[in-house]
């Protein structure tokens, strides 16, 4: 039986997010903000360049200009929806004359899941024909629309599509998502998804001229199925509540910039048993400038950080980290990817950890790789675990903001810093074999995940790397410690921002299926599908970077089938980790996505 281990990635994003971002500390932190306007306009805030860089008004893409006017008129609605009421004043603005509408909520639904009386999922069967409606009407089907979420918190729209009208000149056709969240009356928590095709005058006051909603979804929930134990855990902690809880906004004004910490989130956590006492333990690596945690599980659902006197509270950026036994002594060391090298710790027997200089697993170091993970297998069958580490770009120094290698070309990128496999020799001791087993094929490409797993069920561990800037990787193993790529040849290459890769059976035939998280991109859609967009060839590629994450059902024979679009797994926003997980323990496998980017309270925040 192939042994192989990987990041597990559901506890990896949840509970790095749950124990940097949830927790509410005893006593709150003090806000600070700078006293430097950014921006004052007419040129005189020190970041009003900036700002002139995205004004949509002086954008060449026509259709970039149309967005934008349709977003201050949806942004109206969106207020509405929240509130639930609709300004009656305000809509005939918003109309034009002889405005045509569809039904917003269907008069009937189908059921589509059932998870006894927890939660529930319906889609509409049929919500008609865009027809004439008077203002007094369109105002009561946004209403019922809001009703429909109970009180509303949030009204969010995205614009994903936008392309002229033939045979109008003015006119302009929009997709637009719009999600809405809230709580019923019973106190379940409900969610509408609905997709309109818009259409809308293109001059200065956006008015909408049809509307007609395409599909609606809605899930209730009646109560949260999980609960933010943070405090629970964490909370008696010291390192937490003195420095985990507040989080690394604020910890980017208070330690010099030279030391290189940035707010991506690319850290991850590891989870295993570091002592042997039967309870899981985790790791918690940091940007650079704050030093790693490793957190000792009590026992009694509490957690206190023993980095320091384990020796593992290292202080340079760590990327990535990985709990397993390397040297079959029955207890899990500790893998550290930092970003200038890969840090092995011995674990010896009683929590305690001794750095191993001279592992071999150096090399990233000599070839001034940034690594970023890992991911262990015994690829060769010879006993002991392996290592597969990957890289994104070339150091380029602490502090460096200066990008030391650009993709190019962009969708297709081979430019990246290399990967490494180094093969156990024992004793902890590792040579690089990635030349060797054909691993140095297709290898700098960004790359930002890896996982192994044996989807062809020969008995030997392959593996899949996603990459941010270039197509994926499926390194078949052919034995003998041998690896092709054959992403392209099966079709799975799946070009888009790879950031994330999980296996699972997910419909429960036998063969391990592939889920590949990318991003889901509105902006990117839209601009791939507009006529300024001269690159023809490339269109359908940008198109398919924009269009999210990738679920591959392996057909057996090492055939994969895209069900990426049918399945409905294909959005997940912008995706940074996915896992399968059976969440009512009814025998299939969900699916939970990590996603999102840096926002901020203000809008008008950079």
């Not at 809001?146 to 033939?166: E, L, P, Q, T, Y």
Request: charged share 25%.
């Amino acid at each position: 039986m192939s042994r192989f281990i990987q990041p597990p990635a559901f506890f990896t994003v949840l509970l790095a997010f749950s124990v940097l971002l949830c927790g509410e500390p005893a006593d709150k932190p003090e806000v600070h903000r700078l006293g430097v306007p950014s921006r004052a306009g007419s040129g005189e805030g020190p970041l009003d360049w900036v700002y002139e860089k995205v004004n949509t008004s002086r954008d060449s893409w026509s259709g970039e200009r149309a967005s934008e006017r349709l977003k201050k008129s949806l942004e109206k609605v969106s207020s509405w929806l929240v509130a639930g009421r609709v300004e009656p004043t305000a809509l005939p603005q918003l109309l034009a004359p002889g405005f045509r509408s569809t039904a917003l909520v269907p008069k009937a639904w189908k059921e589509t899941v059932g998870a006894g009386d927890n939660w529930s999922s319906w889609r509409s069967l049929d919500v008609g024909e865009p027809a004439a409606v008077t203002t007094a009407e369109f105002r009561r089907r946004l209403e019922e629309l809001s009703a429909a979420c109970g009180k509303v918190s949030k009204a969010a729209f995205k614009i994903f599509r936008v392309s002229g009208v033939v045979g109008k000149k003015d006119a302009v056709l929009a997709d637009v998502l719009l999600e809405l969240d809230g709580v019923s009356g019973d106190g379940a928590f409900t969610q509408v998804r609905t997709v309109w095709k818009v259409e809308w005058s293109g001059g200065p006051e956006a008015r909408l001229l049809s509307l007609g909603c395409l599909d609606v979804e809605k899930v209730r929930m009646a109560r949260r199925a999980f609960v933010d134990a943070t405090v629970d855990c964490l909370g008696e902690d010291t390192a937490f509540r003195a420095q985990l809880s507040r989080g690394v906004g604020y910890w980017r004004t208070r330690i010099d910039a030279s030391s290189g910490m940035d707010v991506y989130g690319h850290q991850g956590i590891a989870v295993g048993d570091l002592d042997n006492d039967g309870w899981l333990d985790f790791y918690v690596p940091q940007p650079a400038g704050l030093p790693n945690r490793l957190y000792r599980n009590l026992g009694d659902g509490r957690f206190a950080d023993v980095a320091r006197a384990a020796g593992v509270d290292v202080l340079d950026v760590t990327g990535g980290s990985l709990f397993v036994d390397l040297d079959n002594d029955a207890d899990a060391d500790l893998v550290v990817v930092t970003s200038l090298e890969v840090l092995l710790f011995e674990n010896d027997g009683k929590g305690g950890f001794r750095r191993i200089a001279s592992s071999g697993l150096e090399k990233g170091r000599r070839k001034a790789a940034s690594t970023l993970g890992c991911a262990a297998a015994d690829y060769d069958r010879d006993g002991d675990l392996d290592l597969y580490v990957f890289s994104y770009v070339f150091w380029a120094g602490a502090g460096s903001k200066l990008q030391s290698t650009y993709p190019y070309p962009y969708h297709d990128a081979n430019n990246g810093a290399p990967n490494f496999l180094f093969r156990n020799e024992g004793k902890l001791k590792f040579i690089d074999a990635t030349e060797l087993s054909g691993m140095g094929e297709n290898n700098q490409r960004f790359s930002l995940a890896a996982s192994w797993c044996d989807y062809d069920a020969d008995g030997d561990p392959d593996l899949y790397v996603a990459n941010d800037f270039g197509r994926n990787n499926l390194f078949r193993n052919d034995g003998g410690g041998r690896f092709k790529d054959v992403a392209a040849e099966f079709g799975v290459d799946d070009v888009g921002n790879g950031m994330s890769v999980t296996w699972e059976d997910f419909d429960n035939d036998g063969r391990i299926d592939l889920y590949v998280g990318n991003m889901w991109s509105s902006a990117g859609s839209r601009i791939a599908g507009q006529p300024q967009f001269k690159a023809t060839r490339l269109r359908e590629t940008y198109s398919r970077m924009a269009r999210g994450n990738s679920l591959f059902r392996n057909l057996g024979g090492g055939r994969f089938e895209d069900v990426s679009l049918e399945s409905g797994a294909f959005f997940g926003r912008w995706s940074w980790s996915g896992q399968f997980l059976d969440v009512e323990g009814d025998g299939l496998e969900d699916l939970y996505v990590v996603n999102g980017f840096i926002s901020n309270e203000s809008k008008d925040d950079l």
